[in-house]
């Protein structure tokens, strides 16, 4: 249908030297949704969203994005490819594999030019995303000198600049103080009010609990364990401890609305 | 901090100064000769002069070629001590090696020198044959000389040419010039892999300082530094492999598309005559000889 995203079926993909990276993966997103995809360490979450991506290609199985296979002799054809692109953007876990020029306005203005926009676009663009990120400051900064917040801000900045479709979110949250986590998913949640399709991956069930309404569970043996509405799968606790998202001495904390300060 | 901590100190000194010339471009935004010159027409100069450094057998054309480049560095502002260690501590690690065993008779032939050795007989093993004396020849020194001052000549251009220039400028010159897309592509690469290096090395003496209690002594620090080595190599190459992909992601195809538009001006054609002029007049003389 025009208005799946991706669809994706029976999909497994191992690395190199034979490591299993997903088995036998099966799900579709819609437009408009917000998925994400919990797990723990090493469960897939990155393999999977480089898959979707068309950074990695699928061993078996077939993923179709918008209607069209994506396939890596696709994504050879420049049009096709400029075209995906244009529509998905990809915030990686590590910041420092997004980063990589001298400037933050070179920055975030490298997509915009790839796009092949005009000089007046690029410009428009880059300074209206590092405005809505509030860091005007750090244009002429170095990226590598940054805070790992701030570098985290930089690679949204270089993702609204294109304002793709569709966000796939590695890790959003991770690695961040609490104020700055806050701050990065009421900017999720913004893009929501907008109408973008989210896709994330994250370990964190409260943050989760926000942002999604629809949520998949990848199991440490690289499958899906289970899919369906957060509020049904966040509260079963069996399933949370089977995929090892739980201690059994730690509970859920309260959703994020609910959030007052407090020391530990 | 005491005089055993020489890896950490040494270590920190260079990537830090690494990371302020390559990273923080802070030559290129000098207000210098080289700096002030468009992009494209730099390259193709530069590549003209490393073609005229590899293929000249003279010694005074390198050296004249040499002498340019120091010239051209204190021109653009370049500290004369900063460019001259960064191309000499290079050689004689990766020249020396090679260009050593060329000085002696049993490489280059020719009009001893100095006698090292001298046998009762040539030596005939199999089909290795040692010569009765084993000297250094005059035409082995000279090719040595050669050898060596045509790779710093090399390196001191390439050199002045990246230090000048910043790094988005010259993909997109390189891609302007229509230089095939896979070698922007390397080119790209080496920079960033470079760089992550230099980052993950710098996490790797932080983590160590901070469990560091007291003295430790020099062998400790090599046993270590050559345990981590292959950990960082490993990390380091992870996250360049990541750093492609998203370079991807975001819509890099090899062609390199920046904002500011190059203006040839009329700095940029006095520079060109002036490298066709030397270039030329190395040919002329050269025939002469
Ligand atoms: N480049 C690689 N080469 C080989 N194996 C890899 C590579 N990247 C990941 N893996 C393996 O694939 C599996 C899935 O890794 P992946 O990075 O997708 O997990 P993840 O869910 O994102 O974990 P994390 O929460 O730590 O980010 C792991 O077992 C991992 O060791
Ligand atoms: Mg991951």
New binding site residues.
Partial sequence: MSNTVFKVSKMSYN?P?G?S?LHDIDFSIRQGENVVFL??????????LKLIDGLYFPDQGTIEAFGEPLTESRLQDETFAFAFRRRVGFLF?DPDSQLFLPTVWQEVAFSPLQMGLVREEVEEKTNAALNALGIEKLKDRVPYQLSEGEKKKVALASLLALDPEVWLLD?PTANLDPRTQDWVIEFILSLTAKGKTLIV?I?ELEVAKVIADQAYI?GED?RLAAQGNPQEILQDEALLLRANLMHRHRHVHPALTHRHPHQH | MSRNNFVGKTLAGLTEAIKQAIFAERYARLPGLLQGLDPRGKIITFLSLLIATAITRHLRVMALIYLLTIVLALASRIPLLFFLKRVWLFIPLFTGIIALPAIFNIVTPGQPLITLLTFAAPLNWGPFHLPATITITQQGLHGAEIFILRVATSVSLSVLLVLTTEWARLLQALSALHFPKIAILIFGMTYRYIFLFIKVAEEMFLARRSRTVGRTNTREQQNWLSSRLGFLLNRSY?LS?DVYLAMLSRGWTGHARFLDDFRFQWRDAAWAAFTIIFIGAIIFFGEMK
């Fill in positions: 690395y030297g490591l990276g797990g723990v360490n090493g469960s897939g979450k990155s393999t999977l876990q890790e991956a370990h990848l690289h | 992870k492999n």
